[in-house]
């Protein structure tokens, strides 16, 4: 299978479903000219001509509202805002539009769109452009919210997005864009709300998406050297969340630890510990750990930014602690 | 095209209709039947009445919150509107979309979207399906002055002339944006200024003069249509009743409310049917208590529906 960049990944998906259904459109900031703020429409307009490849000038609230309307009328739009931090200036048709006319209509205007939005922090891009807010939009109901980890599942679950008949939020990671892995060249897809589980263990789960999952593997391959077997579960889709391959995971393995590079407060962890807690108590040995970016706008000095993010040390802390049981005051370590 | 005699008598009917709807939806309101918002239409008949009279079936609207004469128009579907009202599952959408949220497939009625602006965008969307798919259809977005002071009214515009799309963009300009008049909200108090900028054709119009209104948009539909470039029309008209049903309406006086009155779209243009000899007074009153038993007669549909069960409370969350 050949090895190929997270970011043709998703090129990929695209060329494959523009080419196999002609109502899919993909439009956006720089994505036609430009081929992308970070290259993953690359050759598209070239490919498919600008009817189908559609720059906007920075008016994000209008290109999401383009692919409301659109999609009320059968087309399938795939829109992409540049990051997920511009979201924000389109939340009134994200929100109030693409979840609730499908709603509010009775069944009788399906929204088949998807909104690609890459995220991530670590790069010094200081506290606007650092951002993770996949909580946002996993609170929403009409939605539904993707975060691959993978090149393999970004470009199948990126099919199944654009396949689906509902506003899907596909929530890239900037600092994956580059990562390589296997891709198969035919036609696959992956399921939507389907949890993987990418490593098997024994003693503890780690629940995780989009960077974190990549952080937890090496993690768990320090945690196999000092004898602790942890089981790595990549939720792959955030809403809905697939609750039976989470709950299977810690009936095997009885300790939770969640990383994402979100904020603590409200984030998904805290939805996952409650899931957990309510459908699988009598399986816990411990309370449901957290690791997550530190609660603070994210500072643009390196080394700060550094000791805010979640990182496979504070990974391995943070298990070494749930093996304990034991409930530590820690900063980046939430004990539910 | 100039009104045949038959035209003259629906459309004057069309208008009857979304006033006695309107009053009966307020007296509905008054009686705990109707709930939530209500923003009623009373005073701006001919807006919606004048700019769908020349619109195909294969046209689409889109509309604000203040939508029930466009629906009306569109949908010609007073019972099941009502139903809506009433929050019944034999409402237009079932119950699950209420005053401000009429949809229509069917019909090709877009909503019904209760946030200020929020059409507009979903407008662009519509005309690049259009253009899209080479069909032979334009979009009608109605919206109110307020709508302009949103940016989505700017990006849309820009937008629309920008790619070439066919929408029609009607702002209904009754003077409030809730209790907050133009003047005291636009810098600019003449809004068909405001969309000046965007390289389209700019218009505006007497909203309360129904024959204007269809002048104005029967040009307007068919340039779009042929040109497939958008147009911008202000619609001068006004709101009798307050924003909603809890207006407390100290913003503007009576004898404001009593001058506008004057020129009621609905007694003008009988006016006008009845000293052209197109209609006697006793042929007006005929075709009130027409109305009057039409919406009586969605009032009863709309107690007799059922409201939607329980179970059905997640059916359409998602597709």
């Known amino acids: 299978m050949p090895e190929i960049m997270y970011r043709q990944a998703l090129n990929h998906a695209l060329r494959e479903e523009m080419q196999r259904d002609e109502s899919v459109f993909v439009i956006g900031e720089e994505v036609g000219e430009y081929e992308g703020a970070y290259r993953v429409t690359e050759g598209l307009l070239a490919e498919f001509g600008e009817k189908r490849v559609r720059d906007t000038p920075i008016s994000e609230e209008a290109i999401v509202g383009v692919g409301v309307g659109a999609a009320m009328l059968g087309l399938r739009p795939v829109v992409e805002l540049m990051t997920i931090n511009f979201s924000l200036l389109a939340m009134d048709q994200i929100i109030n539009h693409a979840a609730k006319i499908y709603y509010m209509s009775n069944g009788q205007f399906p929204i088949p769109m998807v909104m690609r939005m890459p995220e991530g922090a670590g790069m010094q891009l200081g506290a606007q452009h650092s951002q993770h807010f996949e909580s946002y939009f996993a609170h929403v109901p009409g939605l539904k919210v993707v975060a691959p980890g993978t090149p393999y599942d970004a470009k199948g679950l990126l099919k199944s997005a654009i396949r689906d008949s509902n506003p899907v939020v596909f929530i890239e990671s900037q600092l994956l864009y580059s990562k390589r892995g296997e891709v198969p060249e035919e036609d696959y897809t992956v399921p939507i709300g389907v949890a993987e589980v990418k490593r098997s263990g024994t003693s503890v789960t780690l629940y995780c998406w989009l960077r974190a999952v990549g952080m937890c593997l090496a993690a768990a391959e320090t945690l196999e050297r000092e004898g602790i077997s942890a089981e790595v579960v990549d939720l792959r889709t955030l809403r809905p969340l697939d609750l039976e391959t989470m709950i299977g995971s810690l009936k095997r393995t009885h300790r939770a630890v969640v990383v994402e590079e979100a904020w603590p407060q409200c984030g998904l962890g805290a939805q996952i510990a409650d899931d957990l807690q309510r459908l699988a108590f009598d399986y816990l040995d411990g309370p449901v750990l957290r690791v997550t970016q530190d609660d603070v706008p994210m500072p643009y000095s390196r080394e700060l930014e550094l000791s805010a993010l979640p990182n496979e040390e504070k990974i391995v802390a943070a298990v070494k602690q749930a093996m304990r049981g034991a409930v530590e005051e820690r900063p980046t370590v939430v004990s539910i | ?146 709508a302009i002071n949103e940016g989505s009214f700017h990006e849309s515009l820009n937008l629309a002339s920008l790619w070439n799309l066919p929408i029609l963009f009607i702002c209904e300009n009754n003077r409030y944006g809730m209790g907050t008049s133009v003047e005291r909200a636009s810098a600019v108090p003449n809004l068909f200024r405001r969309a000046q900028c965007y390289g389209m054709e700019v218009q505006t119009v007497d909203g309360m003069d129904v024959l204007s209104v269809i002048e104005m948009a029967e040009r307007c539909v068919n340039c779009v249509r042929s040109e497939s470039r958008p147009i911008f029309v202000e619609a001068i008209t006004y709101r009798y009743r307050g924003h909603s049903m809890s207006d407390p309406g100290h913003y503007r006086s009576r004898d404001e409310v009593e001058e506008w009155r004057r020129r009621d779209p609905i007694a003008l243009f009988g006016n006008v049917l009845v000293s052209e000899g197109t209609l006697s007074k006793q042929d007006i009153e005929a075709i009130s208590a027409e109305c009057e038993r039409t919406i009586d007669e969605s009032v009863a549909f709309a107690e007799a529906s059922e409201p939607p069960p329980r179970e059905s409370l997640y059916e359409h969350v998602y597709a």
């Open chain 2, 1 to 146: 095209m100039p009104l045949s005699r038959q035209d003259k008598i629906d459309l004057l009917r069309e208008m009857m209709l979304m006033r006695r709807f309107e009053e009966k939806a307020h007296e509905m309101y008054e009686s705990r039947k109707v709930g939530g918002f209500l923003h009623l239409y009373i005073g701006q008949e001919a807006v919606a009445s004048g700019f769908t009279w020349p619109i195909e079936p294969q046209d689409y609207i889109i509309g604000a919150y203040r939508e029930h004469g466009q629906a009306l128009a569109r949908c010609a579907e007073p019972r099941a509107i009502m139903a809506e009202l009433f929050g019944k599952r034999d409402g237009l959408c079932g119950g699950r979309g209420g005053s401000m949220h009429l949809f229509s497939k069917q019909r090709r009625f877009l909503g019904g979207t209760a946030i200020v602006g929020g059409g507009l965008p979903i407008a662009l969307g519509v005309g690049f399906a259009i253009t899209y798919r080479e069909e032979d259809a334009i979009c009608l977005c109605f919206f109110g002055d307020g």
